[in-house]
């Protein structure tokens, strides 16, 4: 049986000296102090990690955003900031002893601009609603995290957020122009905007993907795509995952750059099956969806090639969606795996590496074989194109031992991750989960040049601590352990895939 | 400045562990002047470990040194302060191309020209411009210098998944990967890409790639003035074409050609050129790039703008160039107007106060133009206009941060000291 780590850490008198300090700057709606309404927040979407903060607060203007931050500067209480919660690496794991800064009531859409291509939107907006705001224009925000209803933009600037369609679109950091931060020294700085290419170091970048460590994002001018004039998903049956993986190969060495390619295998189809009836291809070993947008004649020509190189791969049934409709009942299997899986297993780790495509294969056949000699169960779901692999390791939690060998599994494919020269994290971030295997990834020298970039921002230590590089007081913990669905996709406010 | 004898008697005295690993180092010439200053040294490590180890030893000596891919670009950005050494990056060639991944890793000093030849073999490219001809790799990437493709593929940043950077201290440190999705630790290549060397040396970059596309269309159309020519552009925006740049091209004051790059599936791209031909009148269609296309305007010795907009505001500034020239006239513009991002060059003639002055004006005339969204640097200036008191960088937002980090990763100031925006 796994424990779930305690924290060992008690809110000290400098908070509660905060708080009336936080309630001029936030009004006393903005800030929570009561133990049960704290209690909701002391985890994001890995609840494996959980700590109730010591004080929540809850600006409404970055100007207040900058005062709360830079007060937890001058006294030296650490700070964490949050978004919707949707995060899987515990970056918005709370701190006991510092202040939880929420950005959910920052939620307006400043301005839509066609003409320029770009929105302007406060932190707290979800996702999704920016591509509704623009869709009157025929535009849409590409970056399409699988909370995308509910994650918010701050969120996805912490964690440069992808998105099954990041394959042909990038992701978050590829779509912002232009950011107003307020840094861990409680400054308001604006960085880039409606133009493009800003003089100066950049920071934008550097900042996307700093998983709250650098300050937070309280304005942001994101860019936004033309909708394309048509879109194709294709679903391939295959015997089994070589058989599927020869066919991303050989689309992509084609020279088709699909919107998104994500593949399942037989045990996440069954698990697919079993929730949701997603009717896949009976005896299907692996499946495969393709889906391509852009201008009508490309996407048409694109999806015969698609079609022939599945066939020559040994696709035994192909299936083409071009309405809206169709395309869904194609998505349904693959969006609905990770919570799938959470009805034919009593707990289980999901994991998130990646590797260069074309190991795909290798490191497919050495997961099967970590998972015959544990005797652990592992489904793959994974979004192909990229070579992010999310294998999903399955575990009864009543069994003694089933957890400890369930997250060693999940470490040593990460290893394999590494040692095909990928990463231990393609979207879910490194948070909390992950600072520990920092160091297995990247050298000494390497962590040292992030720690100097760090302290640029952040001279005093209290932007999220102990998250994204190793500290001593962390490593040894486990990876994070799920127990069932995310409660987001519990409550049906998000999908998760 | 030091005088060639006393270079020469330099050079016999340069500290020895500044040819560290096998580097090699000879006095610098007036050919190897950066803004101006002469080099005391030219040091031309043989690799990676050796290009670290010499900017430690540099470092140990109290030498400022600047990098120094081709050269080419060589006088952009402010003349540093000090340049004891200048670091030639010529031998740190070398491409590992993974073609099934569609990635490569490739040595700061490998030529744009030569990487291209080796991705072609398997019909796939770096979708970055050759603006500069003869750049390498670390040089397009120091000066974060993208061409018409930044509107499909995004600046030259967008395509960086790795990079290696020696520090100035002699520390070789990495970021990212050889992965196209990786969120792992900050994404330090970021910050290099357009610093101009003033945080560290990138030794080595690794791309994400795409296959080169198997037709390619422009379609040009001119137009009489600036207001037109954004109305094409918006058109073309607005419509289902995707194209892969939207370029614009006015060499005086007279018409502007607005050109349109499709690349794609030989089944799609006639449909798209002609949805595009009919959004214009009198378009030619050409498989063949344009004149110029995607080269900076101006010649040898102009002072070399660029100025950013937001795209719906590219025909103020367009407007607002055609009589910025020291002498009242019109200076010619190019560039992605698009994306929003246009060049423009005071010819060599103007004298150097006239054209401080021409910048500082078309400066304040941009802030009500872009609705103070834009920006105009100074690319290249010869180095009696930096004398006469160019301000190659205006003003930039951010500085405080900015300097935070410099201080941070070069607390020495050892690194291309002056180059960078507010004297970095």
Known sequence: MQERPTRERSPDDRLSALVPRLRRICGDDGVLTDPSRRRTYESDGLTYHAEVPGVVALPTTAEQVAEVVGLCAAEGVPFVPRGAGTGLSAGALPRADGVLVTTSRMRRIVEVDPDNECAVVQPGVANLDITRAAAPYGYYYAPDPSSQQVCSVGGNIAENSGGAHCLKYGFTVNHVLGLQIATPQGELVRLGGKAPEAPGYDLIGAFIGSEGTLGIATEATVRLVRSPQKVTTLLAAFAGMDAGGQAVSSVIAEGVLPAAVEMMDALSIEAAEAAVACDYPEGAGAVLIVELDGPAADVDADAAAVRRLCERAGAFEIREASGAAERARIWKGRKSAFAAVGRISPAYIVQDGVVPRTALGEVLGDIARLSAESGIRVANVFHAGDGNLHPLVLFDDAEPGAGERAAEVSGAILDLCIRHGGSITGEHGVGVDKACSMPRMFAPQDLEAMDRFRRAFDPAGVANPEKLLPTPRLCGEVPGVRRDVHPLVAQGRAEQF | MTGKDEQAQDAGGAPEAIGAAGAEVRPGTDRDAVGGAVPRWVVRPSDADGCAAVLGAAARAGLAVVPRGAGTKIGWGAPPRRCDAVLDLSALTGVDHAAGDLVVEAGAGTPLEELAAVLAKTGQRLPVDRVVPGSTVGGVVATG??????????????????????????????????????????????????????????????????????????????????????????????????????????????????????????????????????????????????????????????????????????????????????????????????????????????????????????????????????????????????????????????????????????????????RFAGGI
Do not use: C
């Open chain 2, 145 to 418: 210098l993208s061409g018409p493709g930044r509107m499909l593929y995004g600046p030259v940043r967008d395509l960086i998944i790795g990079m290696t950077v020696a520090g100035p201290d002699g520390a070789a440190s990495r970021s990212g990967g050889r992965v196209v999705k990786n969120v792992a630790g900050y994404d330090l290549g970021k910050l290099h890409t357009g610093a101009f060397g003033t945080l560290g040396v990138i030794t080595s970059v690794t791309f994400r790639l795409r296959p080169i596309p198997p037709a390619r269309i422009v379609v040009s159309a001119e137009a009489p003035d600036p207001p037109r020519a954004r109305e094409l552009v918006s058109s073309v925006l607005k419509s289902h074409t995707a194209p892969t740049a939207i370029e614009v091209d006015r060499p005086g004051g007279g018409r502007i050609s607005v050109q349109v790059l499709l690349e794609g599936p030989e089944d799609g791209i006639r449909a798209r050129a002609q949805e595009v031909s009919d959004l214009f009148s009198d378009a030619v269609a050409s498989p063949d790039l344009p004149v110029g296309w995607g080269t900076l305007p101006g010649g040898p010795g102009d002072t070399l703008l660029k100025l950013t907009t937001p795209p719906a505001r590219a025909a103020e500034v367009m407007e607002a160039l055609a009589d910025a020239a020291p002498d009242g006239g019109p200076l010619p513009v190019r560039g992605s107007a698009g994306s929003g991002v246009l060049y423009s060059a005071l010819p060599s003639a103007a004298a150097p106060d006239g054209a401080v002055r021409a910048v500082s004006a078309l400066r304040a005339r941009l802030g009500n133009a872009t609705g103070g969204h834009g920006s105009l640097t100074v690319l290249d200036a010869a180095p009696p206009v930096h004398a006469a008191g160019l301000d190659p960088w205006g003003e930039v937002p951010g500085l405080p941060l900015m300097r935070s980090v410099k201080q941070n990763l070069d607390p020495d100031g050892v690194l291309s000291p002056g």
